[in-house]
């Protein structure tokens, strides 16, 4: 319910106690605590991080007096509860059910002001996927009407945004006064106060997400350049989770409008500035959320327009701020890895690809990142001369969109140029709108490559012209230079014989005598130790709680003297004892 | 006024054979571009003159090209991108030499060695190329093609390429020479590796070479040995080499090892 104040929440233990799914949610909660900006993965899905706080320790959070975020927690649940109290009445209003929906996240938007604490706007940031669904302009110009005194300039310019500049102010707040006469005098109570600039911006952000939901492209784009323009004079701290939101769908607009991308005349281009100067702003402000929200736009925009060089440099003059967003570390990583395999540059781009598909969430709303990043993935692996695993391929949600990758891998694992240029041939569109195609034609000589291979493996000696026949090659002289090159660079351990025109195998050496396995080996440990250092950073620990810890080891200690001397003591009843029984 | 002075050189730049003339000519015209403010495309700047400042740069590229100076054609190629990219309607692309020009900036990259280079430069043309292959254009194949053998190792298709007439144009021969030998070199290593010897006689054909004469020097400068019409290669597998990479693994292991110990300790 919108009007409840924290405080009667919290201390309402029963209510917590009687809600079996109050548990289930407190969980839901924590690992969104622990990642700040996760909610910002746009409206797809958040929990992929399984970072697992144990329940005694959330128990022991919520007992701690000190403990302001426990005291939020339960107020929260409490809220959501009783909003699905509300849904459960059959005769409330899914307009008027909506209104309270949106209007609930004011309370936390001004909690995160006077608390300081971004997880509140967050939290009223992640309600908009559940809110989204059920927007339209008259429900919107309904909270305006409602929240903003009419004099309001800032309300003004929103309902004019929305066409809805009529809307009369009082006759809406009767009407809520039906629904619920309890919220309605706690608005009462609030009404004088001033409204923070942080529901401003949020309201803002739900009509950009109604033009964008009804393909109202142009004025999105036009709303959201005046509704950054209003952020941008506006510095305070807890905006910045909005603020990169807003910068979001400004971009996203942009995409959509009518000379699309590859061409110079987009208004891709012509948001540059916007970006740029967003950037700037955010990183004097440190605003780690529109900082990496901000970068990942140009990233994409550069890229979008294929600027390769450009997003190179933005990329080495900028630093990616540490502990952005999971989401966008993600989305950072799948660009900087198309960045590098672009340039040749393999081994960055398989590491940073292979980091991007294990950080994307795996929530099936999000399952076209991890299908694009598993393709680009893939194609990095070929060239660099791997096969990649064939289980990736069998992951339900990646098995329809990976099928023309499939063939591709099997043409390229058989060394068939000819069964290689088919699949080109024949998938051709799709690789190219995945951006894969360049890379794909590169792969032509891993193909050849792997051909020689098989045939040094499975012939001791083989001639030039089987070779030329084998690869459909041109020329035998082709066949000789291109074999030769393969011993050079190392694919084969061969010689060849010019005069009789031959190719002679050497024998295969033990892998076991190479330092392949110790690499092999010392990569794993290392990813595994990364694994674990990265996981213990996530972890998050209640406030104050080593305190309670020493006072704990100060009470054993003192436990343990009075033990010890009671144990003297008990051995002076021993010996008390022994004595007796001796003497017995 | 400026414009007029721009117009005058304009027809005399395109005509002009002589080097040392066309030189003092672009300066010329360059200062004049500069009075209007043309240099980089402005919004503000209109058609006519976008349009003469294109044709200043490409003539300034091509010339830089003949007169094998691969820093001026790359410093042009840099100036002229911003007015490749402006939309049609305010530069038309008709009578634009951009294919040529960036056939030829790609062809510099590869002799350069700069794959990295090429093929974001490729990756932005897949991209802007509306309809049509990229491929298929005669200008920008060229240099594709050519990218492709040297990556597969098909030298005599790279050789036949630039010996039959299939250069593009004029320009492109310039390239010619350095790829010769740039591929001759190659060559020269894959063999040392690839065959335990082989006659003086085949060698020749296979390094493309003129006259037994060019091999034997050739051979020289490689400090290959010839005995008997044959040239034998020094022989790669370096002992001494083998024992510093035993060193270098032991002491790598032992590394590993320590850290894992490291990283154990701070764990437990």
Same mark, same amino acid.
Not at chain 1, 15 to 21: K, L, R, S, V
Not at chain 1, 168 to 178: I, L, R, Y
Not at chain 1, 228 to 245: G, P, Q, V, W
Not at chain 2, 101 to 126: A, M
């Given at each position: ?21 109050? $548990?289930?949610e ?51 649940d ?26 609930s ?7 995160a ?19 989204r ?19 309001s ?12 500049e009529?809307v009369?102010f ?5 009407n809520?006064?039906?629904? $619920?006469?309890?919220?309605k ?19 803002g ?63 891709v ?12 702003t955010?990183?004097?402000r ?5 900082q ?14 294929s ?16 502990n ?33 598909t ?6 099936p ?30 992951i ?8 023309p ?27 190219r ?17 792997t051909?020689?291979?098989m045939?040094s ?48 195998s ?25 694994l ?50 001796e003497?017995? | 006024?400026?414009? =007029?002075?721009?117009?005058?050189v304009l ?7 002589s ?46 090209? =003949? ?5 001026a ?27 040529k ?36 254009d005669r ?18 298709l790279?050789?036949?390429?630039m ?20 591929? =001759?070199? *190659?060559?020269?290593?894959?063999? *040392? ?8 006689s085949?060698?020749k ?12 020097s ?31 693994l ?16 701070t764990?437990?």
């Amino acid at each position: 319910m919108p009007g409840k104040t924290p405080h009667t929440n919290g201390s309402n233990p029963v209510e917590n106690g009687i809600n079996g799914a109050d $548990d289930v949610e407190m969980k839901d909660d924590a690992p969104n605590q622990l990642k700040g900006g996760k909610g910002k993965k746009t409206k797809e899905g958040d929990e992929e991080m399984t970072v697992v706080v144990p329940p005694s320790k959330s128990t022991k959070l919520s007992a701690t007096p000190p403990s302001k975020d426990s005291n939020g927690d339960v107020a929260m649940d409490g809220t959501e509860e009783t909003n699905e109290e509300d849904a459960g009445a059959p005769k409330v209003d899914p307009v008027a059910k909506a209104i309270s929906d949106i209007k609930s996240n004011f309370p936390l938007l001004e909690r995160a002001v006077t608390l300081f604490d971004a997880r509140f706007s967050l939290r009223a940031l992640r309600s908009i996927s559940s809110i989204r669904k059920r927007l339209t302009p008259d429900i919107l110009a309904q909270v305006i009407a409602e929240t903003y005194q009419s004099t309001s300039p800032a309300a003004k310019s929103l309902l004019v945004a929305l066409d809805r500049e009529h809307v009369a102010f009082g006759k809406s707040v009767s009407n809520e006064m039906e629904i $619920d006469n309890e919220s309605k005098a706690k608005n009462g109570k609030k009404e004088p106060k001033e409204i923070i600039p942080e529901v401003d911006i949020f309201l803002g952000i739900l009509i950009q997400i109604y033009y964008l939901d009804n393909k109202l492209n142009q004025k999105g784009a036009v709303f959201s350049a005046h509704l950054a323009e209003r952020i941008h004079s506006l510095n305070r701290r807890t905006l910045d989770s909005l603020s990169a939101r807003v910068y979001f769908y400004y971009s996203l607009f942009c995409e959509q409008l009518a000379p699309l991308p590859p061409s110079p005349s987009s208004p891709v281009v012509s948001i540059r500035p916007a970006l740029l100067s967003a950037l700037r702003t955010a990183v004097l402000r440190k605003d780690i959320d529109t900082q990496s929200t901000v970068i990942v736009l140009l990233l994409r925009n550069y890229l979008s327009t294929s600027h390769i060089a450009q997003a190179d440099l933005l990329i080495s003059h900028t630093k990616f701020p540490e502990n952005a967003a999971n989401n966008q570390v993600a989305r950072y990583l799948y660009y900087l890895g198309r960045i590098r395999a672009i340039q040749l540059r393999y081994t960055e781009a398989h590491e940073h690809l292979t980091a991007a598909t294990r950080k994307a969430p795996s929530s099936p709303s999000a399952a076209g990142f991890s299908q694009t990043a598993t393709k680009l993935l893939l194609v990095v692996e070929l060239l660099m001369g791997d096969i990649p695993d064939r289980a990736t391929f069998r992951i339900p949600s990646l098995e329809r969109a990976l099928q023309p990758y499939l063939q591709l891998v099997q043409a390229v694992r058989v060394g068939l140029l000819g069964e290689f240029e088919n699949v080109i041939r024949q998938h051709g569109d799709t690789f190219r709108r995945d951006g894969t195609y360049t890379l794909i034609l590169r792969l032509r000589q891993n193909v050849i490559k792997t051909g020689i291979r098989m045939m040094s493996l499975s012939y001791s000696r083989i001639s030039l012209r089987d070779i030329c026949i084998r690869l459909k090659l041109e020329s035998e002289e082709s066949a000789e230079y291109i074999v030769a090159k393969a011993i050079r660079d190392g694919v084969i351990e061969a010689s060849l014989d010019r005069e009789r025109g031959f190719m002679k195998s050497k024998e295969v050496g033990d892998v076991y005598a190479t330092r392949e396995p110790g690499e092999a080996f010392h990569d794993r440990i290392r990813a595994c130790l990364a694994l674990h250092d990265e996981s213990v950073k996530a972890m998050r620990f209640p406030m104050n709680q080593h305190r309670l810890e020493l006072k704990n080891a100060q009470e054993a200690r003192e436990r343990e003297r009075e033990m010890a001397k009671e144990i003297q003591d008990g051995d002076l009843d021993e010996d008390d004892l022994g004595g007796e029984f001796e003497g017995m | 006024m400026a414009e =007029r002075d721009l117009q005058e050189v304009l027809p005399k730049l395109k005509s002009s054979h002589s080097y040392q003339e066309s030189l003092s000519l672009l300066s010329k015209a360059k200062i004049a571009l500069l009075k209007l403010n043309a240099l980089t495309p402005q919004p503000t700047t209109p058609s006519s003159i976008l349009l003469a400042a294109r044709e200043v740069f490409e003539a300034g590229a091509l010339l830089s090209i =003949r007169a094998k100076d691969p820093d001026a054609f790359t410093r042009y190629v840099h100036q002229l991108t911003p007015f490749y990219e402006l939309p049609p309607e305010r530069l038309s692309a008709a009578n634009s030499e951009k294919n040529k020009i960036t056939g030829l900036y790609l062809l510099l990259l590869l002799t350069q060695g700069n794959y990295s280079g090429f093929h974001t430069e490729l990756e932005g043309l897949e991209l802007r190329q509306n309809g049509g292959l990229v491929e298929d254009d005669r200008f920008l194949g060229y240099p594709i093609k050519l990218e492709r053998w040297l990556m597969e190792g098909s030298y005599d298709l790279v050789w036949k390429a630039m010996a039959s007439r299939e250069v593009p144009s004029e320009e492109y021969g310039v390239f010619s020479e350095i790829l010769t030998s740039q591929i =001759r070199n *190659e060559i020269a290593s894959c063999s *040392e590796t690839a065959y335990p010897s082989l006659p003086i006689s085949s060698t020749k054909n296979l390094l493309f070479l003129d006259s037994e004469g060019a091999v034997v020097s050739f051979a020289q400068s490689r400090g290959w040995a010839i005995k008997d019409g044959r040239i034998y290669f020094p022989n790669q597998v370096k002992m001494g080499v083998d024992e510093g990479n035993e060193k270098a693994l032991s002491q790598m292991v032992i590394e590993n090892t320590l850290g894992y110990a490291r990283e154990l300790e701070t764990i437990v």
